[in-house]
């Protein structure tokens, strides 16, 4: 005689899945998840790894920015392959002697912003991503009259190598496109990372940063608002980072003196 499988219970939190991607009311089947749930969630843990092991297509991308009407360049870090890049990310925070050379040789004459797209921890999720945010940001870069480097292409790269290609591509900015460390729900997260006077060394406190950017999450629509206003912020000002705060979404005040009205801007 067979024992009778345990009825799956569902929870009552059930209706909030619709506003969110976490795992949350799972049910359960006795003291466990559902087989569903527990199918589901390794899957997303595989993706996960895949996207971490997986090679950005650099020539793919270069074509692709070629047709939108951006000239590339291809550079490494020092990491010589991807498990060394994994084990050692002090080598992903600096460029190749070869790569260091070859950019120093171009003697390019001053820009405003040097952009970086780099693989990082998600191949996949600047393949995705990187371009149409571009796409969106290039009709505001221009109507500001901002000159830019050729885009570089950064395999094995963490954020920092942006910092070492700006100084050498003599930009007053950087701005680094790079794979998030992919979650369970998210393996196709890109950051966007914001440098002014960029050079080696810089810590994570000269920079700015805004991430999730994807389609189920910061659209790239307000990516670019968001970048537009910290670019104009630093230039203004002259600097990133922790004095450099994203008020974007910060309230207005309206009307003249003693006015108490407030509006979000948008």
């Known amino acids: 005689m067979t024992t009778p499988k345990p009825p799956v219970h569902t929870n009552p939190w059930q209706d909030l899945r619709q506003f969110t991607q976490a795992r949350i009311a799972l049910g359960r089947a006795g003291v466990s998840l559902p087989t569903g749930a527990q199918l589901a969630f390794q899957l997303a843990h595989a993706r996960a790894r895949d996207a971490v092991h997986q090679t950005l297509d650099v020539i793919a991308m270069a ?33 190749n002697e070869e790569a260091r050379q070859h950019l120093r040789q171009l003697s390019l004459p001053p820009t405003d912003l040097a952009i970086v797209i780099a693989d990082g921890l998600s191949a996949p999720a600047v393949a995705q991503n990187a371009l149409p945010l571009l796409c969106s940001l290039q009709a505001r870069l221009t109507s500001d009259n901002w000159s830019l480097a050729p885009i570089i292409i950064a395999t094995q790269a963490r954020v920092a190598l942006g910092d070492e290609t700006g100084a050498l591509l003599n930009a007053r900015a950087v701005l680094v496109l790079i794979g998030e460390r992919p979650g369970l729900s998210s393996p196709d997260s890109m950051g966007a990372y914001l440098s002014w006077a960029p050079q080696p060394g810089l810590t994570d406190a000269a920079r700015n940063c805004i991430s999730n950017i994807r389609p189920d999450g910061l659209s790239y629509e307000q990516a670019a608002y968001k970048l537009h206003y910290l670019l104009t ?34």
């Open 233 to 266: 912020e630093a230039r203004k000002r002259g600097l990133t980072g922790v004095a450099l705060k994203d008020e974007t979404d910060a309230p207005v005040k309206l009307g003249g003196k003693g006015t108490n009205n407030f509006l979000l801007k948008k």
């Open 63 to 95: 074509e692709a920015l070629q047709q939108a009407g951006y000239q590339s360049l291809h550079v490494n870090s020092a990491a010589i392959d991807r498990n060394t890049y994994l084990q050692r990310p002090d080598l992903g925070r600096r460029l």
